[in-house]
């Protein structure tokens, strides 16, 4: 059946749903031609029989509006299931439209304009929201969303087709705009239900200091100075510091690795003046060299072999997936131990929002879904934050686990045209990176700025667009959120404090409210929160914002009695902070006063010998 979606800027007209059942074509699986059609919430309910494995059922379909503003599109399989998990949902998907979208709007916030086709899945590091936009000629745009786990997002220009593919029994919500996507993602935010976990507002506005690798001793008087400048409403994240070393031998994390008398220095000095210590762990990767290693424990594929997780290529070692509902042993037995050896008010662990929560059978070949992965992880940090009494952070950040995760470290990936590590390739005619992940979930989810710095810049140089830069630093802003930087201690941990905290503290206590490409240029970007606005330059081109020369990645934000901008003053590019009391400056060299140094060769002579 088609949907038609009409507005006084035009109509579009989408092919209804594909849909595929165990691996074959829903019409495949069609018994007979009797069919029930019945009214039913304002809508429509489609009952028919299928055949799958020998065995009957049902698949039902129904389409309903939602408060006026959306149109909810379910289907369900109704009938029995084997231990396979068969027959099931492998495939739901939008079928193609009457246009082919402009722009397409996905993930931590990646606007794509033009762009013949392309695939990407859901994780962290891409698709990471279970909602996407698309903006048509004409001026009708139309988010999509899934109850479910999604499989990808996927676009072709071709078919005119962008739909997110998702399987299991799952709701399809349209909703359409004749404001822009922005507009309908803001109403997405109104209706999907969502809630805020119990700790997102004990980390909001607390700025990450971030560190790998170092010396516990050394961390420790970093920490020492990160306290003399100030840096207390932090929560410093240490990653590397488990008892085998990073990734290697998990679960088995304590006693921590080295010298303990350093560690336990290090430990102190990061809580103090209210600054929260977090630490790393892990419950993705089960290494066979692990005390009571198991099979038992392990995720296995369709073919029944154990599914691999991470290689540790530096141990040579060969991980599994943990079953979902396997580790919560350790994992109880680990956070006694931390919670009374070691007193962590933060807890960090690895992988849970950065993968697609995933399906898959245990040993005996029972299936089990990606929602019973999902709600297992989700269960997992409400037990860590009731245990330790703070916040929950994890790596690069999905949507499914809100409500239980209180923040990531958003590893906000972009699209370049050039292959990158931790950089997305596809053809366009133009991207940017947007606040879109926000307009759904500021203030129900932490962000935590742009991620990784490394990851961010995606093989351009660091200076110029990770940790400090002014393109990590805009970006944070613009979406409201809570700042990031490697830490303990040094000059860009400090410069991103007194830049970004107030301000940001300010936008995370805030309802996002609105987003604007400013004159439909998507480099152009404007943000509006309930107590002020903040504009970006994420173009090439200097822009004259409010009296102020924006370079390229230059802002100026006005919250409240917080001002912010990154503004080209006399040929010099600064940043300035201010507010009641308080005045930030940060001057950097004029580009013309650069000089560049190279090497020449002036004279040869052979001395003999060598």
Not at 403 to 416: F, S
Not at 461 to 482: F, V
Not at 504 to 520: K, P
Request: overall charge neutral; some cysteine.
């Amino acid at each position: 059946a088609q949907i038609a979606i009409a507005s006084e800027r035009g109509a579009l007209v989408i092919d209804g749903l594909e849909l595929e059942v165990s691996g074959a074509p829903l019409a495949q699986r069609l018994t007979g031609t009797s069919q029930s059609v019945v009214p039913k919430d304002g809508g429509y309910t489609w009952t028919r029989t299928l055949r799958c494995d020998g065995r009957d059922a049902s698949v039902v379909a129904t389409i309903a509006p939602r408060g006026g503003v959306a149109l909810d599109l379910s289907v369900k399989i109704v009938g029995p299931i084997d231990p396979r998990g068969n027959p099931r949902f492998t495939r739901i998907a939008l079928g193609p439209a009457s246009a082919a979208a402009r722009r397409v709007l996905f993930g931590h916030g990646n606007v794509v304009e033009d762009s013949p086709g392309f695939r990407a899945g859901y994780g962290g590091f891409n698709l990471s929201t279970r909602f996407v936009g698309a903006e048509y000629p004409g001026g009708l745009s139309l988010v999509q969303a899934v109850d479910t786990i999604p499989d990808a997002l996927e676009h072709s220009a071709a078919r005119r087709q962008t739909t997110l593919v998702t399987r299991q029994d799952s709701v399809f919500t349209l909703i359409p705009s004749t404001a822009g996507a922005f507009a309908a993602a803001r109403v997405w935010r109104s209706i999907n239900g969502l809630k805020a976990a119990a700790g997102v507002s004990q980390i909001a506005g607390r700025m990450c200091l971030d560190q790998w690798g170092g010396d516990y001793g050394k961390t420790a008087a970093d920490l020492a100075l990160a306290t003399r400048y100030g840096l207390d409403d932090a929560v410093f994240v240490k990653h590397v510091w488990q008892r085998w070393g990073y990734d290697y031998r998990l679960p088995d994390i304590y006693p921590p690795a080295g010298n303990r008398a350093d560690f336990d220095k290090m430990v102190a000095a990061a809580k103090v003046n209210g600054r929260r210590l977090c630490l790393h762990d892990n419950y993705i990767d089960l290494y066979p060299d692990a005390d009571e290693f198991t099979y038992d424990h392990v995720t296995f594929t369709e073919d029944g072999q154990p599914h691999r997780a991470w290689l540790n290529e530096g141990r040579d070692a060969q991980s599994y997936r943990w079953l979902p509902t396997a580790y919560q042993p350790y994992l109880e037995r680990n956070l006694a131990l931390v919670s009374k050896e070691i007193g962590p008010n933060s807890y960090f662990i690895d992988v849970f929002s950065a993968i697609q929560p995933y399906e898959g059978y245990d040993r005996a070949g029972r299936f089990f879904t990606r929602q019973t992965t999902a709600d297992a992880w989700g269960q997992t940090f409400d037990r860590v934050r009731q245990v330790l009494g703070g916040p929950t952070i994890s790596e690069a950040g999905t949507d499914a686990l809100i409500g239980h995760l209180d923040a990531a470290q958003a590893d906000h990936i972009g699209i370049r045209k050039e292959r990158g590590d931790f950089s997305v390739s596809l053809p366009c005619a133009g991207a940017e990176r947007i606040p879109w992940f926000d307009m759904a979930h500021h203030r129900r989810f932490v962000q935590l700025a742009g991620g990784l710095g490394p990851r961010y810049a995606g093989g351009q140089p660091d200076k110029l667009h990770g940790y400090g830069s002014d393109d990590y630093l805009t970006l944070t802003a613009l979406c409201g959120r809570t700042p990031m930087c490697d830490g303990p201690f040094n000059r860009r941990a400090v410069m991103t404090y007194y830049l970004l905290s107030d301000l940001c503290r300010a936008l995370e206590n805030q309802e996002l409210l609105s987003h604007e490409f400013v004159g439909d240029r998507i480099d152009r970007q404007r943000t509006t929160f309930d107590g002020g606005t903040v504009t970006v330059n994420r173009g090439d081109a200097d822009w004259t914002v409010d009296g102020r020369v924006l370079p390229n990645y230059g802002m100026v934000a006005k919250v409240g009695q917080y001002e912010v901008d990154i503004a080209r003053r006399d040929g010099v590019i600064t940043a300035m902070a201010s507010s009641l009391g308080r005045l930030f400056v940060d001057a950097r060299p004029p580009d013309a006063n650069r000089t560049a140094v190279a090497p020449s060769v002036t004279r040869f002579e052979d001395l003999g010998g060598r």
